[in-house]
């Protein structure tokens, strides 16, 4: 076999063990073990594969629009909407929920100790479960209002998962690690370049799948609130925590996403 040919195997061997590690991350799906250096048993090596993050958002995506679509050819919209999030939150396990509700109830502390101290509770406080509920709630609302549109309501939700990934990746490598264990510290040291892949790859997705429904306004609108909510998300973590933890990264995937549907539905004047 050519050396040029064996090295272009190996390195997509290499993009879908990433990916199939990515995905083993983010959610509880039974994803195979692929080629020898993909270990499921092993804690994913985050820096590595954090450029495959949006990949697997957009594979969850995808998951969730063919419910959304699917649902919505027997029930209400809102009812279709209701179980696509369902169907997306069993998935991935809360995970990204999981960090929003403990960002939240962490606005509660007064100190920057204090409030890592409230992220490291399991239990859910008062601002965690308000401000989950009425995330899930604008979630469901906004895919309800989107389905009027089907092709437009399953590219905004692949959309927003992909770029909300992104939004997480962003926050690892643009803050240092809040505190010394946990997810936050595991993901030091994303390079630049990773970052920047996983970006660019997650903007050229979400732009791809809302042009592709016929909705280029919609399209760069997302993009552009992608952006600028990740951002938002990233100096308030600066701000308040000095850094980030993997709950900051989790609230930042939760805020993208609904920064892109909410610029989705209103640019495509479903609203």
């Not at 696509?84 to 939150?89: D, F, M, P, T």
């Not at 999981?98 to 509770?121: K, N, V």
């Not at 900051?248 to 495509?268: I, M, N, P, R």
């Amino acid at each position: 076999m050519p050396p040029l040919f064996r090295a272009a195997l190996d390195r997509i061997a290499a993009g879908l063990a990433a990916v199939a590690a990515a995905l083993r991350f983010l959610t509880r799906l039974p994803v195979p073990r692929l080629g020898p250096a993909d270990d499921p048993a092993a804690p994913p090596p985050l820096p590595a594969i954090a450029w495959a993050l949006p990949v697997a958002g957009a594979v969850i995506g995808a998951i969730g629009a063919a419910v959304l679509v699917v649902a919505g050819l027997a029930l209400p919209p809102l009812a279709a909407a209701v179980v696509a999030v369902a169907v997306g939150v069993a998935i991935t396990g809360a995970l990204h929920e999981d960090g929003l509700a403990d960002s939240l109830d962490a606005l509660g502390g007064r100190t920057r100790e204090r409030r890592l101290e409230i992220m490291r509770d399991s239990r859910i406080g008062t601002f965690g479960a308000a401000g989950l509920a009425l995330a899930l709630l604008l979630r469901a609302s906004l895919l309800a209002s989107l389905l009027a549109e089907p092709g437009l309501a399953a590219a905004a939700l692949v959309a927003a998962a992909t770029l909300g990934r992104a939004g997480a990746v962003a926050m690892l490598a643009a803050l240092p690690p809040a505190r010394r264990d946990g997810l936050g510290a595991a993901a030091a040291g994303v390079a630049l370049a990773t970052t920047v892949a996983a970006v660019a790859g997650a903007a050229a997705i979400g732009f791809a799948v809302l042009a592709a429904a016929g909705h280029p306004g919609a399209a760069v609108a997302a993009v552009a609130a992608a952006g600028a909510a990740g951002l938002a998300a990233i100096a308030l973590a600066r701000r308040l925590l000095g850094g980030q933890t993997g709950d900051v990264a989790g609230a930042a995937a939760v805020v993208v996403e609904l920064a892109v549907l909410l610029a989705a539905t209103a640019a495509a004047g479903s609203v």
